[in-house]
C-alpha cells in the first residue's frame, strides 16, 4: 500500500495506485468488506502516463520493445517541455529579465537533478551534451588528444557500442597510440581477467561499458577501476544502457569519466551527459569554442570558464535538459531500486519465454541468481534474416523491436553473425506484453519459414 500511495503521490491524476484495494460487491451485517486485490505490477501502474503506448496498428495493440533504442515519454515530461516554450523560453545565464532568470534557473535546476541521480559530488561535475557519444567525443578530444601519445595503450572491449570506439580510433589515429580489445568468455561476456592481464603502464584509458545493449550483461566497474588506477590508467564508463534501469553511483563507481543520454531516460532527445571529477574536468581543454564557455577573449586569444561551462559552447538545448530533468523527477519518485527489481524479473521471464522458441539463439549469459541480466535479449532464429522477423512482428502484429547490429559490428563478427534481432524492455512494460511478442514472434516464424 505505501508503494501504491507514493506512486500516486508522484503522478497525480493518472490510474497509477489504483486497483491496490477494491470494495465487494457483498455486504455483511450491513457493512461494505474490502478485499485486497492483486497487486499491479509496476508496468501496469506506470504504462497509462505513457499516452504513445495505448495506440494500435492494423487493429493490433502496440507492443514497443525498442527501449535499448530510445525511451518513450511521460506526460509529465511533455507538460513540463511545453509549460518551457509557451511560459519562459529564454536563453540561459546570459540575461537579467525575468524570463531568462526563470530559464536559467530550471536549467541549471535540472543539472541539480543529475548530480542527485547519479550522486555526483558537485553539480558542476555534470556537462550536459548532445548525447553520450558527444559525451564520448568530448573525453577523447579533450583529455585523449593532450594526454595520449605515441606508445600508449587504449583498452576496449569487443562489446562497446560504436561510440566508444570510433572516437577513439580518432585519437589512436592521431597520436599513434594502440587500440587493444578484449574478448568474450565462453558465456558471451567480455572477458575480465584478459582485461586484467592487458593492463600496464602503457595503459592510458580504458573504455567499457556497464551494461551491454547485445549481451545483456553487466560489467564489474568498480573492479575495473581499482585494477585500472594501479597501473595509471583512466577509465570511461558507457552508462547509457544501466542509469535508465539502476541505481548508478558515480562516487561508489569512482570512474574518472561516465556517460548516459536523456533520451533513454524517458527524457527528451537531444541532451545528455558526461560526469567527471571536477578536478579532472578543471585540467581539461575545452571541446568547442564560442560564447559561454570563455572567461575573458582578447585579439589572439581567450581564457576559458570554469566547468561546466568551459564544455557548453553556445546556446545549450535548454528546454530539452528542462525535460531530461523532469524525467528524472519521473524515475526518482518510482525509485530506481524498484525499477531494477522490476525488469531483474522482467528480464528472467523474456530469457526464458524465448527459449520456449524452436531454433532460437539468445546471444550474452543466461540469468542466474548471482548474475542478472538487463531486460533485452539480443536473439536470431536459424535460416531466418532477423530484418525480415523485426518487418513482420511490426506489420502484421504491433511489435516493435530493433534488428540490425545495434551499432555493435566488432561484437557481432566476433559472435560469428551479421545481425541480431533485439526485444529491449522498460520498466512500462509487461509480462503480458512478452506473452504477445512470443506468441507473435512464433507466427512470424511460421509464416516466413512456410514460404520456403
Known sequence: MAAAAALRCCFPGSAIGSGFVRPNSSTRGGHAAAVAAPAASLGHRTRVDFPILHQEFGGAKLVYFDNGATSQKPSSVMKTLDEYYRSYNANVHRGIHALSAKATDAYEGARRKVASFVNAADSREIVFTRNATEAINLVAYSWGLSNIKQGDEILLTVAEHHSAIVPWQFVSQKTGATLKYVGLTKEEVPDIEQLKGLLSNKTKMVVVHHVSNVLGSMLPIEEIVTWSKRVGAKVLVDACQSVPHMPVDVQKLGADFLVASSHKMCGPTGVGFMHGTFEMLSSMEPFLGGGEMIADV????????????????????????????????????????????????????????????????????????????????????????????????????????????????????????????????????????VDVFIHALKDTIDFLTSRH
Request: proline fraction near 5%.
Open 298 to 433: 582578447f585579439n589572439d586569444k581567450s581564457t576559458y570558464a570554469e566547468p561546466p561551462s568551459r564544455f557548453e559552447a553556445g546556446t545549450p538545448a535548454i528546454g530539452e535538459a528542462i525535460g531530461f530533468g523532469a524525467a528524472i523527477d519521473y524515475l526518482s519518485c518510482i525509485g530506481m531500486d524498484q525499477i531494477h527489481e522490476y525488469e531483474k524479473e522482467l528480464a528472467t521471464y523474456l530469457y526464458e519465454s524465448l527459449l520456449s522458441v524452436p531454433n532460437v539463439r539468445i546471444y550474452g549469459p543466461a540469468p542466474s541468481q548471482t548474475d542478472h541480466r538487463a531486460s533485452l535479449c539480443s536473439f536470431n532464429v536459424e535460416n531466418v534474416h532477423p530484418t525480415d522477423i523485426a518487418e513482420i512482428l511490426d506489420l502484421q502484429h504491433g511489435v516493435a523491436i530493433r534488428s540490425g547490429h545495434h551499432c555493435a559490428q566488432i561484437l557481432h563478427r566476433t559472435l560469428g553473425i551479421n545481425a541480431s534481432a533485439r526485444a529491449s524492455l522498460h520498466f512500462y512494460n509487461t509480462k503480458e506484453e
